[in-house]
């Protein structure tokens, strides 16, 4: 194990994780009666869809395809009927609806035909990235980014070392945890079908030290194949970070806008690749994720298998509902989740967890003013000077809170949770991120505008100057007959010739 002088900052939040750890994984829960699919639910851009109103669909069945750019397909959860595509509440910060594929349930749950899978390991990684992709697969640890393509861009650079995140860092979520004690050997058979795509040297399955029962299943699991082994990290939060998790296992640092790959590491989470090995082995396109419901408000606390398009009430009102009214949902962890604006929006991709938490657990207190001490500074992990960005960033001074490494930091929200004078440190980085990203976006449109503006000009013009060249093409001919005709002399005649000859 290694020793925590390898990481910088951290911090230890509530676990609250003993609530829901070592309790089976609930796995029968009732169909809904309708299931709600926004259509964007991953990193890029919004799934197109394929079907419309009254068309009955099979489980499994692609619902939804892929849109431009980063995107990832759709899949029915169940059997039944398109109700349409509908503006629902999404779970988003910001409340605003989103579109969503209506699907009512004929209670029946019929699969469509899985494909007959052979031996994944016997077949090309490029066969196997796309059937990955095929199945709308997207990272199941909080990025959402679609996996097929993490896989090609792992297969453009050597990656040596792939490095399955176990850690999940966040209190109360055990999510992870679970699936690697109930489903350890799909776990490594998961990560070794990834290994075989990217064609890594080893994989390192990391799990933090507060996970021993975890640790030891997929120890045993791992155990028959020599190039895949776990590795025991300390559990100090925001340890699930991709940046920190590579920190603490192989000693590298991703440098400031770098990426893994250059570093020849690639890290995938423990439930991508569960689905991944679900899809590989069976079949099974992604419609359903193991998340963590917990939070003081609920009666108990448990991991459940849900179908995606599930609302939020269903799971709660079948998992033992609640014990008093939430003061907050949260879909996530307390640390990096999203506020829910209601109890209807469906569980989705991203969906780790659900917490009903009490007042108590909220814990909103009035910020008050800084007080400089620092503390901010020293839990930081990213090394940043928190204090300073949110200074910038509460003034809409973007390229200052930047030149204070706004774009390094990872929204782990360890700053705000150590801040005494509890300044919401986190959200004004949340805000400037945001702000930022909307401004390439508009930076980026405006430019593309004023590229199809110049070319159409430049065609304009380019049409203008051949129709001027083809006008005074025309004309020339028009007049050469006549010039020609005054230049080129009349044949000559027989008595003209014989004028000459005499
Ligand atoms: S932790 Fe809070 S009070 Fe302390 S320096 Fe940082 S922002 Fe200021
Ligand atoms: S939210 Fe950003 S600034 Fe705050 S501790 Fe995390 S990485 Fe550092």
């Not at 005074?472 to 000859?501: F, G, L, N, Y």
Request: aromatic letters at 4%.
């Amino acid at each position: 194990m290694f020793g925590f002088s390898r990481i910088r900052g951290g911090v230890h939040p509530e676990s609250h994780k003993e609530d829901s750890a070592g309790k089976p994984i609930v796995t029968d829960l009732p169909l809904p009666k309708r299931l709600y699919l926004p259509l964007f639910q991953q990193a890029g851009a919004m799934a197109l869809p394929l079907v419309k109103p009254g068309d009955k669909v099979l489980k499994g069945q692609q619902l939804a395809i892929t849109g431009e750019g980063l995107s990832a397909n759709l899949h029915a959860p169940t059997s039944g009927t398109i109700i349409g595509v509908e503006e629902i509440i999404a779970p988003h910060p910001s409340g605003l609806n989103s579109a969503a594929i209506v699907l009512e349930s004929d209670g029946e749950d019929r699969w469509m035909e899985l494909p007959d899978e052979s031996d994944p390991f016997q077949r090309s990684p490029e066969e196997l990235a796309s059937e990955v992709e095929r199945a709308g697969i997207v990272g199941l640890g909080g990025a959402i980014f679609p996996s097929a393509i993490k896989l090609r861009q792992g297969r453009r650079f050597e990656i040596k070392t792939l490095i399955i995140n176990g850690g999940e860092c966040e209190p109360y979520l055990t999510t992870d945890d679970q699936l690697m004690r109930e489903r350890a050997a799909e776990v490594v058979e998961g990560a070794r079908l990834i290994q075989h795509i990217i064609e890594a040297y080893e994989t390192v399955i990391g799990i933090e030290d507060n996970k021993p029962e975890a640790i030891a299943a997929m120890r045993e699991a791992a155990a028959p194949y020599g190039k895949v082994r776990v590795e025991v990290v300390p559990a100090l939060y925001p340890m699930g970070s991709a940046k920190q998790l590579i920190k603490a296992i192989t000693g590298l640092e991703v440098p400031a806008g770098g990426r893994s790959n250059d570093l020849g590491v690639l890290v995938h989470n423990v439930a991508t690749a569960y689905a991944i090995q679900q899809t590989l082995r069976y079949g099974k396109p992604l419609i359903s994720r193991v998340l963590t419901l917990a939070g003081g408000s609920l009666n108990e606390a448990r991991n459940v298998e849900a179908l995606f398009g599930t609302p939020i009430q269903h799971l709660i009102d079948h998992c033992g509902g609640i014990s008093s009214q939430p003061a907050r949902l949260v879909m996530g962890g307390p640390m990096m989740g999203q506020q829910l604006p209601a109890a209807t929006v469906p569980v989705m991709k991203g969906t780790s967890g659900v917490l009903a938490l009490t007042q108590k657990e909220v814990n909103d207190k009035t910020p008050s003013n800084c007080i400089r001490c620092s503390r901010c500074v020293q839990v930081c992990p990213m090394g940043l000077v928190p204090l300073e960005m949110a200074k910038h960033a509460k003034a809409d001074n973007f390229e200052e809170a930047s030149s204070y490494g706004l774009r390094d930091c990872i929204l782990c929200g360890s700053c705000s949770y150590v801040c005494p004078s509890r300044i919401p440190l986190v959200n004004y980085f949340e805000y400037a991120k945001g702000e930022m990203k909307q401004r390439r976006v508009a930076e980026h449109k405006l430019a593309y505008t004023q590229q199809l503006t110049a070319r159409r000009s430049e065609r304009v013009e380019r049409e203008a100057e051949a129709k001027r060249a083809a006008k005074a093409a025309k004309k020339k001919r028009a007049k050469a007959p006549k010039a020609e005709a005054a230049s080129t002399p009349e044949p000559a005649t027989t008595s003209d010739t014989a004028e000459k000859e005499s």
